[in-house]
């Protein structure tokens, strides 16, 4: 699975728009972006994945570069219950495991 | 994730003890997983099955077993317990059937300190 590089850390305003960058530059063809949070110890939650196109779900959008090289997470309207460490993987639709990374701790602030 | 439970949430025990981690689901799912989280660190792989009568090996899986009693539970048993299993334990589940692209739900966690 191709390596994911994100920032350790960003801070957002509640109620702001909170984006969060991921660059993955190896990514293979078969390979999706997935995306998943966890608040403090507590089990990772998934949140999105896509291969080519952006994507939308009740929580968050998902924009993914023409080149596939690099994806945006985007979460419209943050709360503090928002504030978590969000893990952007890449891996083959039918792999075994997720590996997580460092993450972007995410603060959101009031 | 409420589909998928773990039992018991803490525990407490001493070298040497034979523990048992127990994971549930209702999601239906086929495939099942056992990752555990160090401090500070990601998560990782300690034991996988596709179907009941399929268990695979993850990156750790050294002094640990598992056992998949039926589709909808997977149990991992520590056979004697050292400090360095002290770690939260993360049962996950997925589907690869039906178009499914394999997305893995987790559990809440168990939280184990081996003393």
């Known amino acids: 699975d191709a390596k994911t590089t994100q920032p350790p850390s960003m801070d957002c305003a509640e109620g702001r728009a909170a984006n969060l960058p991921c660059n993955h530059s190896?990514?293979?063809?078969?390979?999706?972006v997935y995306w998943y949070r966890q608040i403090h110890s507590q089990g990772p939650q998934y949140i999105i994945h896509g291969l080519k196109n952006n994507e939308t779900n009740e929580m968050a959008s998902l924009i993914i570069t023409e080149d596939r090289k690099s994806s945006t997470l985007i979460l419209p309207h943050a709360t503090l219950r928002d504030t978590a460490v969000y893990y952007c993987?890449?891996?083959?639709?039918?792999?075994?495991?997720?590996?997580f990374g460092g993450g972007t701790r995410v603060l959101v602030k009031p | 994730d409420a589909d998928v439970t773990q039992t018991p949430r803490n525990r407490i025990t001493k070298t040497g003890k034979r523990i048992m981690l127990e994971c549930s689901q209702t999601k239906g799912h086929d495939r099942m997983y056992w990752y555990r989280q160090d401090p500070g660190l990601g998560l990782r792989l300690i034991y996988y099955?596709?179907?009941?009568?399929?268990?695979n090996k993850g990156e750790i899986s050294d002094g640990y077993s598992v056992s998949r009693q039926a589709q909808a539970k997977f149990s991992l048993s520590l056979e004697s317990a050292i400090p360095n299993q002290t770690a939260l334990y993360f049962c996950a589940t997925s589907d690869l059937r039906f178009g499914g692209t394999d997305t893995q739900y987790f559990g809440p966690g168990t939280r184990l300190t081996v003393l």
């Open positions: 993987i890449v891996r083959a639709a039918a792999g075994n495991k997720l590996t």
């Open positions: 190896t990514i293979s063809g078969n390979e999706y």
């Open positions: 099955s596709f179907d009941v009568k399929d268990i």
